[in-house]
């Protein structure tokens, strides 16, 4: 599918890959729609991409609110005269270990069920939510061709103290699968991107000791930063043969 000829909602646009996502679209001629809680990372964004040749629309969007969902896809729809595609890229992180012990108390500490449910709801619940409305609402408008691209991780094989990202992550790859198998009838392709560590502020608060021993572990040695991951989220967008897929960009990590 051509760039230019998108009508796309990104979500978790307001900073770091979807808020680079949504401006290199709108520099290729795209319409978007960009949602985000963080909205004067939203205003932000409209700044950058005053006098682009493609538009964007912004608005608030919760997606672990599921009438915000449902509210948003209408939105875009009506702002950008349809829709055909969708950037799934909201996300969090709660990091903690399943089970630990204190090693000066001696007690006995386990991940709590709130940092479990916000991740999932997140991560997992509403981008399942949003594939689910976006995917609907093309059906109903007859739109084809349609793509999806989900950010998975490169996390969803395993990783040290992140059982709640982990499930979300490798959950989401799998229904990339599923769902290419069931939206193929309507024109409708779905795939995934699955980043190792890139440089956003997500990954920026973690801790310096933890960062550096995974730099280290990363054979191009560096981190990855938001262009090398458009790189792959436009090859998804436009290759039409590419379906129900994950392409891991990890600088050959293989977490």
């Excluded at 209408?74 to 969090?92: C, E, H, R, T």
């Excluded at 999806?148 to 790859?173: D, I, T």
């Amino acid at each position: 599918m051509e760039l230019s000829q998108l009508k796309i909602i990104v979500t978790g646009a307001a900073q770091g890959m979807g808020a680079h996502f949504a401006r290199r679209l709108v520099e290729a001629g795209a319409q978007v729609a960009a949602g985000d809680v963080k909205e004067e990372g939203l205003a932000a964004l409209v700044e950058a991409c005053h006098g682009l040749p493609g538009t964007l629309h912004t608005r608030r969007l919760d997606v672990s609110v599921e009438a915000d969902i449902g509210g948003f896809v209408d939105w875009a729809s009506g702002a950008m005269g349809g829709l055909n595609g969708l950037i799934n890229n909201a996300g969090i992180l709660r990091d903690g270990l399943l089970v630990k012990k204190d090693r000066t108390t001696g007690a006995v500490m386990k991940l709590g069920r709130e940092q479990w449910d916000a991740v999932i709801g997140v991560n997992l619940t509403g981008a399942t939510l949003m594939v689910r409305d976006v995917v609907a609402k093309m059906v109903a408008t007859e739109q084809r061709p349609g793509v999806v691209v989900n950010m998975s991780s490169a996390a969803r094989h395993g990783n040290r103290g992140q059982s709640n990202y982990v499930s979300a992550k490798a959950a989401l790859a799998a229904n990339t699968v599923t769902w290419s198998r069931e939206f193929a009838p309507f024109g409708i392709r779905v795939a995934a991107i699955a980043p190792g560590m890139v440089e956003t502020p997500m990954t920026q608060g973690m801790n310096q000791k933890a960062r550096d021993a995974l730099v280290a572990a990363i054979p191009v040695g560096r981190i990855g930063v938001p262009e090398d991951l458009w790189l792959a989220v436009r090859f998804a967008l436009e290759c039409e043969y590419f379906n129900g897929r994950t392409i891991d960009v990890d600088g050959g990590a293989g977490l």
